[in-house]
C-alpha cells in the first residue's frame, strides 16, 4: 500500500489566517491526491481531488497544489467555519490510503 | 441530487453478528463503487474495501480481508457491511462514499452521514 503522511499533526490559528498543510506520499502518484474536511461529530467532505480540482460547492478560499510525492493543502483567508479536521488521501492506487489528518484549531 | 442515507447506530455484544446499509439514491446507483471507511473513536480514517453493483465486483482492503463481507442488492440500490462474529475492537464509526466516475483513480466524491457501531465485551 502506498503510505501517506500529513504534517503537522495540529495546528493553532486565527480568523483571517492563511494555512498551509502538508502531504507526502511513498511514491510517485503523479497528481492523484485528494483533501477532505471533517468537523466535529460529522461525516468527511470532499474538497479537493487531482491535486487542484475543488469539489462542487467549495469556496476558492481552498486551493491544493503538488505533484509526485509532495502536496499541499492551502485556506487563504481562515473563517470561523473552516476549523475541522483535514485529511488528504492518494486515490492513485487501491486501497486508497489516507494521511493521519491535522487538526486545526482557533488561535 | 446524491445521497448516501445509511442505516441507524448499532448497539450489540461481541460474539454477534450485525449488517448495516447505505442505500443510493440521486444517482445511477449500479454504475458507480461504493466503499467503506472506517473510524475509530478518536482516530482517523481507514480504508475498508469497495463494491461496483452493476457485477457485485469487490475489493478489499488487506487489513480488513477475511474480516468483513461487503454485498449489495443492486435492485433497491443498497450496500451492505456485515461482520459474522463481531469484536469489541470493531466499534467504530462506519461510513460507505461513493467513487467518483469523472475523477481518475479512488477517488469519493460523496460520503454517507455514517453508522455508529458499539460492541460490548
Not at chain 1, 493521519?100 to 488561535?107: F, R, S, V, Y
Not at chain 2, 455484544?13 to 473510524?39: H, M, P
Request: hydrophobic share 30%; glycine share 10%; proline share 5%.
Amino acid at each position: 500500500d502506498i503510505q501517506v503522511t500529513q504534517s503537522p499533526s495540529s495546528l493553532s490559528a486565527s480568523v483571517g489566517d492563511r494555512v498551509t498543510i502538508t502531504c507526502r506520499a511513498s511514491r510517485d502518484i503523479g497528481n492523484y491526491i485528494a483533501w477532505l474536511q471533517q468537523k466535529p461529530g460529522k461525516a468527511p467532505e470532499s474538497l479537493i481531488y487531482a491535486a487542484s480540482t475543488l469539489q462542487g460547492g467549495v469556496p476558492s478560499r481552498f486551493s491544493g497544489s503538488g505533484s509526485g510525492t509532495d502536496f499541499t493543502l492551502t485556506i487563504s483567508s481562515l473563517q470561523p467555519e473552516d476549523f475541522a479536521t483535514y485529511y488528504c488521501q492518494q486515490h492513485n492506487s487501491y486501497p486508497p490510503t489516507f494521511g493521519q489528518g491535522t487538526k486545526l484549531e482557533i488561535k | 441530487e446524491v445521497h448516501l442515507v445509511q442505516s441507524g447506530a448499532e448497539v450489540k455484544k461481541a460474539g454477534e453478528s450485525l449488517t448495516i446499509s447505505c442505500k443510493g439514491s440521486g444517482y445511477d446507483f449500479i454504475n458507480y463503487w461504493v466503499g467503506w471507511v472506517r473510524q475509530m473513536p478518536g482516530k482517523g480514517l481507514e480504508w475498508m474495501g469497495i463494491i461496483f453493483p452493476s457485477d457485485s465486483d469487490t475489493r478489499y482492503s488487506p487489513s480488513f480481508q477475511g474480516q468483513v463481507t461487503i454485498s449489495v442488492d443492486k435492485y433497491i440500490n443498497t450496500a451492505y457491511l456485515q461482520w459474522s462474529i463481531l469484536k469489541a475492537s470493531d466499534s467504530a464509526m462506519y461510513y460507505c462514499a461513493r467513487r467518483s466516475n469523472d475523477a481518475s483513480g479512488w477517488y469519493s466524491d460523496f460520503w454517507g452521514r455514517g453508522t455508529l457501531v458499539t460492541v460490548s465485551p
